[in-house]
């Protein structure tokens, strides 16, 4: 821990310590009890029941002020008390997740004026891909800005993405509660007086598998990242196994070329031809003849023409 | 008979690029979920096989 003198460091485990039995408390206390019990029976994909009980939940946001006291009490006997949160900060924003569940996570953010004033204006709006339902607690005067476009499906292609297109902004005031579907919405903040807080509640039964950002001035698709963390996992387990060498993996490139992530499914089949590209050979073959997707189709006929030839040579000698 | 490898540049890619889980950013988005999936994947190559690279 650069910097940090000897007492500093025993102090923080000691903290970290005694921490310990207030955050089992406070798991067991009223207020985290009561988030688990309102989405307890409902199930996990069902993104449409799940929408409705968090902007229920919204609907008021005192829960909230509960959920945290016996935490800021904590801080306040000890400043070394760790609340058992996962937060970020950035120059605009700090965040933590308050609650996470198989069905949502739900975060509290608050958004600085001062620094979105700072701030040239945004030229990129986000289509996260996921269902949110945000509670502004404090608008600070702020307005809601809105894009739409069409969603993106499992053959989605940059080179024919719509642009999208802005909506009405909304002026926003203290306790409205807005969903917006990630899918096909997109939404900024813009023109705050004030701080904002905010309450997000982020389902995450129907995630589209994408996430997609756009131009503002244009509306035009700039940049595609993948909405599903365990697509991007498989990818660099995928890599790893290449780079250690393990070509006894083949079942698991074979699997992973069969993915229902488009994106997924070639990443794969690249590990694998720069592997052992001749057990990669049918699959390659069978992608170029059959793949939905008609970006993989092409790049599989490319791939083909460039490697059978070498493929015949290597067999022939 | 070695394995036949091939240059990932020679491999084409998609016209339709994909990053990264977490590269893309939402305005409210709380959670630095690059920065957790990088650190998971680096744990789990870890713990398979701690004298790689």
């Known amino acids: ?317 | 008979m070695g394995l036949l490898k091939i240059d990932l540049g020679e491999i084409p890619e998609l016209g339709t690029s994909v990053a990264l889980h977490g590269t893309l950013r939402t305005a409210l988005n709380d959670v630095d979920d690059l920065f957790e999936l990088i650190v998971g994947i680096a744990i789990l190559i870890y713990e398979i096989a701690p004298d790689f690279a």
């Open chain 1, 1 to 317: 821990m650069n910097g940090m003198d000897a007492g500093t460091r025993a102090a923080l485990v000691a903290a970290r310590e005694a921490g310990r039995g207030t955050i089992r408390k406070w798991r067991h206390g009223d207020a985290h009890r009561m988030l688990e019990t309102v989405f307890a029976d409902c199930a996990a994909e069902d993104a449409e029941a799940l929408t409705h009980r968090a902007t229920r939940l919204f609907g008021d946001g005192g829960w909230a002020g509960a959920l945290l006291q016996p935490l800021i009490d904590a801080i306040a006997a000890d400043p070394l008390f760790e609340p058992p949160f996962k937060a970020n900060r950035d120059g605009l924003r700090i965040g933590a997740v308050l609650f996470d569940c198989p069905a949502v996570a739900i975060s509290a953010c608050v958004t600085s004026a001062a620094a979105m004033r700072r701030r040239p204006p945004p030229t990129a709006c986000t289509f996260s891909g996921r269902i949110t339902v945000t509670r502004f607690v404090r608008a600070g005067g702020a307005t809601l800005r809105r894009w739409r476009t069409a969603p993106a499906g499992p053959d989605f292609r940059a080179a024919e993405a719509p642009p999208c297109e802005e909506r009405e902004s909304l002026r926003l005031a203290d306790g409205e509660v807005h969903a917006i579907d990630g899918r096909c919405e997109a939404q900024l903040l813009a023109d705050a007086g004030n701080d904002v807080v905010t309450l997000v509640a982020t389902i995450r039964a129907g995630a589209a598998p994408l996430m997609r950002e756009h131009a503002i001035g244009d509306g035009k698709l700039l940049r595609v990242a993948s909405g599903d963390d365990q697509a991007s996992r498989a990818e660099m387990l995928l890599a790893f196994l290449r780079l250690a060498g393990r070509a006894d993996a083949g079942p698991q490139f074979d699997a992973a070329t069969r993915d229902p992530a488009f994106h997924l499914r070639w990443a794969a089949m690249r590990e694998w031809l720069a592997l052992d590209a001749h057990a990669a050979l049918p699959r390659l073959e069978a992608m170029a003849a059959g793949d939905p997707h008609i970006e993989i189709r092409e790049a599989a006929e490319r791939t083909l023409a460039a490697v059978r030839p070498r493929l015949s040579t290597a067999c022939r000698a």
